[in-house]
């Protein structure tokens, strides 16, 4: 299996445009996780789905931020409009149901984005 | 307060040494335990797991968790340079199994 895939591998943009981030998990996994990282605040998760349902995206932290699964080989996180403080790694990650035991998470090498 | 407190390091020590890494936590829900690592400009990558307290050895890796002190713990003997990466201990419990919380992190160095 290829893994998580994520594209792009890096952005850059400018203030108020629009990024959309792409994910496509492994195969059979039925979590998809979006996380993003920062030196200051480390790995954050911001959504999650099940079965291509949003269970919990309280950590998504405003309205700009958006995320669909429509189906279960593929995922967006959409920001619009953008700023500088979104500046960060945003990393996907997917997994097998937790009755599984050792379902770790298997995480994409994530989409450097920089907002200038 | 943090719900996970890991600190960020930076840890730099010779080839061959012992190598301790730790993590504190607040969230006595939590009942899975992990290690990731990370190299950089990579993912974070499982090293790691383990379920409420107890030791787990894995060939130069060995996790701890002492449950009572909310403590865990991953020591790497005999370090050799290619372990040099970031440490990541995560958690999760309860319902939430999916919801891993992560540590910062603890950027470690093994140098020749």
């Known amino acids: 299996d290829a893994g998580v895939i994520q594209s792009p591998r890096h952005e850059v943009t400018e203030m108020g445009q629009e990024v959309t981030l792409r994910c496509k998990p492994i195969?059979?996994?039925?979590?998809l996780f979006w996380y993003r990282q920062t030196m200051m605040r480390g790995l954050e998760l911001l959504i999650y789905?099940?079965?291509?349902?949003?269970?919990?995206d309280s950590g998504m932290p405003e309205d700009r931020f958006s995320a669909k699964m429509p189906n279960a080989s593929f995922s967006t996180l959409k920001i619009q409009p953008s700023e500088p403080r979104d500046s960060a790694v945003y990393f996907c990650?997917?997994?097998?149901?937790?009755?599984?035991?050792?379902?770790?998470?298997?995480f994409g090498n994530g989409t450097r984005l920089t907002v200038t | 307060q943090k719900e996970v407190e890991q600190d960020p390091g930076p840890l730099s020590v010779p080839e061959g040494a012992i190598v301790s890494l730790n993590c504190t936590y607040s969230?006595?829900?939590?009942?899975?335990f992990m290690w990731y690592r990370q190299y950089s400009r990579k993912g974070p990558e499982l090293l790691m797991y383990?379920?409420?307290?107890g030791n787990k050895e894995d060939g130069r890796f060995t996790a701890q968790v002492d449950k009572s002190s909310k403590y865990i713990s991953l020591f790497i003997r005999d370090s050799q340079p290619s372990d040099s990466a970031t440490y990541l201990c995560a958690m999760s419990g309860g319902t939430s199994y999916g919801k891993l919380t992560f540590g910062q992190g603890t950027i470690l160095t093994v140098h020749p």
């Open positions: 990650a997917s997994s097998l149901p937790p009755s599984s035991y050792n379902s770790p998470l298997h």
């Open positions: 969230n006595s829900a939590f009942q899975y």
């Open positions: 789905f099940n079965n291509n349902v949003p269970i919990d």
């Open positions: 383990t379920y409420s307290s």
């Open positions: 195969s059979g996994h039925d979590y």
